[in-house]
């Protein structure tokens, strides 16, 4: 059974604290590791995927990386805007393709 | 592009009563996933509809059912509601799930309250 667990729960940062969320999974078959960001009553939104081990991609303030074992989702310099649920979810070989999230890690950038 | 739409956004039911909830796929996505997410949980997933057929299921009771038209755009349907059902419900597009692009792409959610 595909898990995922994302740590810490809650995050709360200074307006230009870099710092990192941790999502550590086990899958049988890989298919591909997703981060979402989430407002409060909104669907998530997607941010990237990362296929394979020494994967990385950007996008603005963050940045996603991948090694077997887990990912982690840098930001850097966030600002209050950042400030959301942060989901992984793993994709792993079933026919379906359907995702496993983790519980999140909810950010709070203060001003 | 159209992103994906769900309707309707807030539901209040009783105990006991059946609703449907629908959703609108991505243009050009052909495949509907639907997924519940608790308060303070991640999203969990009910089950999967491509061409118009049930393509996999999560851990939920035969009384979580759906549908996909050929347009692409789905239904789900709980029947004999109960308290825990109460949960923000998501519908995902995502083209074949056969194909190389695995990104779904999620509505705004129905947030149902059973009372």
């Known amino acids: 059974e595909d898990q995922v667990t994302q740590s810490p729960e809650a995050l709360r940062l200074q307006e230009g604290e870099s710092s990192s969320l941790n999502c550590s999974y086990t899958?049988?078959?890989?298919?591909?590791l997703f981060w979402y960001r989430q407002d409060p009553g909104k669907g998530p939104e997607f941010l990237f995927t990362?296929?394979?081990a020494g994967e990385e991609k950007e996008k603005e303030r963050l940045k996603a990386t991948l090694t077997k074992k887990e990912s982690f989702l840098h930001i850097t310099a966030p600002k209050p805007e950042d400030s959301a649920t942060y989901l992984c979810?793993?994709?792993?070989?079933?026919?379906?393709?359907?995702?496993?999230f983790g519980s999140g890690t909810q950010l709070t950038v203060l001003p | 592009e159209t992103g994906v739409t769900q309707s309707p956004t807030h539901l209040i039911k009783t105990r006991g009563q059946q609703v449907t909830l629908r959703c609108s796929s991505q243009?050009?996505?052909?495949?509907v996933s639907w997924y519940q997410q608790a308060l303070g949980q991640g999203p969990q997933f009910i089950f999967q509809?491509?061409?118009?057929?049930?393509?996999g299921r999560g851990n939920f009771p035969p009384r979580f059912s759906g549908l996909q038209f050929p347009n692409y755009s789905s239904e789900l349907n709980v029947n004999a509601l109960e308290l825990d059902d109460s949960a923000l419900y998501l519908c995902?597009?995502?083209?074949?799930?056969?194909?190389?692009?695995?990104?779904?792409?999620f509505g705004p959610g129905t947030r149902l309250t059973v009372t």
């Open positions: 995902a597009s995502s083209p074949t799930p056969a194909g190389g692009d695995y990104e779904q792409y």
């Open positions: 990362l296929y394979s």
């Open positions: 243009s050009g996505h052909n495949t």
């Open positions: 979810a793993v994709q792993g070989a079933g026919s379906a393709r359907q995702l496993t």
């Open positions: 509809y491509y061409r118009e057929e049930e393509n």
């Open positions: 899958v049988s078959g890989l298919r591909g």
